[in-house]
């Protein structure tokens, strides 16, 4: 019981500090609504579907604080950050519950390479706060917060680990001859994506680094509908996101914010169909947000990053599973 108190204590601290942080860099905290209409558009994460009156329109909960949170970035707040609840129909694990927390910041005329300096000067405060230094035990793995954190090209990574160009394998059957060679079940039918996730899954994450954290930036364009897009040295479009890793846990998504909303509609439009043809009636749809849409286009640049929060307490503290580090848990 002790140890229970004391790391709810250190929660608590953490959460603390957290909001220490952002307020002294003139960051608003902001509070966004828990029963929305559109709840996320991702083809792949499943939302809570609440049961409504017969006459009114479907209710969600909300995969993330995202959409509600451009629209006051809409309004005029520059710098805005959020602590709160969000909620996806997935299996329990050890590194995720269904109703979660999440940390999730935005800043208006910033870079990505600003916002990867931004979640490295927030990680590096919390870690010398629990540990008094950057390098500390996370129960059997030593972690280094050392700066400056590496930055991994996914095509870097997919040269590195496969001897391979990902811009040269555009087609499914590429990636599919690349799977079985390396041994994995595949067939030139399924998705470029689906194939892209096997060889990450089983061949190049598996490798990263266990005993620091970094970033991940430059993903294929096919994985987000809500950022825009960079050019590398030969021409080549990629995603402008970026995932922030401490050691083979992912821990936040980030985003060159996408502002063009008729770009974003047909993004969305797309994600639906995704949706719809692997999952079919077995997912809620959802409409697409005409306020958000709306509300993108009076944005001015901006870069965010949702960041699982629980995830991060259990480095910091130590433990293996999100279930120690939950106040309570919801059913």
Known sequence: MTNRITLLQNRCILERAIRDFFWSHHYHEVRTPVLVQSPGMEPHIRPFRIQSLPDAPPRFLPTS???????????????????????????????????????????T??????LQNRVEELFCSLAKLIHGKLQFQSGDQTISFQGPWKRFRVVDLFQTFLSIDLRTHTDSASLAALCKKHGLEASAQEPWDDLYFKLWL???????????????????????????QVRDETGFSWANRFEVYVGRTELGNAFDELR????????????????????????????????????????????????????????LLGVKSIDEVLFLKSY
């Open 65 to 107: 604080p995202e959409f509600g949170m451009k629209k006051l970035l809409a309004q005029g707040l520059p710098r805005i950050f959020q602590i709160c609840s969000s909620f996806r129909n997935e299996p329990t694990s050890p590194e995720h519950h269904p109703e979660f927390t999440m940390l999730e910041f935005y800043e």
């Open 109 to 114: 005329n910033l870079t990505l390479e600003g």
């Open 202 to 228: 089983n061949l190049i994450e598996p490798r990263l680094p266990t005993d620091e954290a970094f970033f991940v930036t430059h993903y294929p364009l096919s994985q987000s509908s809500l950022c825009n």
């Open 260 to 315: 063009d909303p008729v770009q974003q509609r047909r993004n969305f439009e797309k994600d639906q169909r995704i949706r719809s043809e692997t999952y079919g009636a077995e997912w809620p749809t959802s409409p697409i947000d005409e306020e958000l849409l709306a509300a993108i286009e009076l944005m001015p640049p901006t870069s965010g990053i949702a960041i699982g929060l629980d995830r991060l307490i259990m480095i």
